[in-house]
């Protein structure tokens, strides 16, 4: 089963430990990185480590931007021994379901970028109902979902 954990005192190293697969590195940015723009962006952001069972598996972060608004979801990785099972799929379930509670605001629009090249990952955003919008950042195009506003 794979859960999301919010990253605190006693994960944040396991998130260090992460390895993304060869060649990944023009991808995404490893937690480390990560963890210290969560530790700049702290009022409006919440980084996750993805769990399979007890251990560490993967880590995203959700951040909202409050100049747009919408919610962006940065970072997004499995580690390299634990990739192709299917768990990077059930991470966004559970990362679009947290940003479906509003944490940070009452915004439908959810955002992220991907590289071009990462094909495994564009299908599985297409597959969420991720969208291109047109904009691109170097090699970075941006995808997004229109998430249902909650029931009052």
Known sequence: MITLHKIDESNFLSAFRLQ???GQEKYVSGPI?????????????????????????????????YDVPEYDIWHMMIDKAHQGRGYGRKAMEQVLAYIGTKPFG??????????EENEAALRLYRSLGFA????????????????????A
């Open 33 to 65: 990185r990560s963890l210290a723009q969560a530790y700049v962006y702290r009022d409006q952001c919440q980084p996750f480590g993805i769990f399979h069972g007890e251990e560490m598996v993967g880590y995203v972060m959700v951040i909202c931007d």
């Open 106 to 115: 009452d915004y439908s629009r959810v955002c992220l970028t991907c590289h």
């Open 132 to 151: 291109p919008t047109g904009s691109r950042d170097e090699e970075e195009i941006e995808l997004v979902l229109d998430i249902a506003p909650t029931e």
């Open 20 to 22: 993304l697969g060869e």
